[in-house]
């Protein structure tokens, strides 16, 4: 059973910063694609950034320059850089295991 455990959300100011972090328990990430989803409120959730096996990474275009995905294989987690942090960044986060495993979420909230 993998399990996925989110933290590090929280409240901050435009243009601010956040490092979200999932750690994971049960599978090894560096043999998976992991990936970091949102969703705000009245929304569908969507894709943020995924790392692939080979250290390949993809964003969507809303977070290009602003994001970025990595992985820590000796701590089995997975992090998402966020800089020059947006309103429209507010969502609930999610880290995403190919297997079909989700975590809980972490809540970031940028706001004046």
């Known amino acids: 059973q993998v399990q996925l455990v989110e933290s590090g959300g929280g409240l901050v100011q435009p243009g601010g910063s956040l490092r979200l972090s999932c750690a994971a328990s049960g599978s090894s990430i560096n043999i998976y694609l992991m990936a970091w989803y949102r969703q705000a409120p009245g929304k569908q959730r969507e894709l943020v950034a995924r790392i692939w096996p080979s250290g390949s990474t993809n964003y969507a275009d809303s977070v290009k320059g602003r994001f970025t995905i990595s992985r820590d294989n000796a701590k089995n987690t997975v992090y998402l850089q966020m800089n020059s942090l947006k309103s429209e960044d507010t969502a609930l986060y999610s880290c995403?295991?190919?297997?079909?495993?989700w975590g809980q979420g972490t809540q970031v909230t940028v706001s004046s």
């Open positions: 995403y295991h190919v297997m079909n495993y």
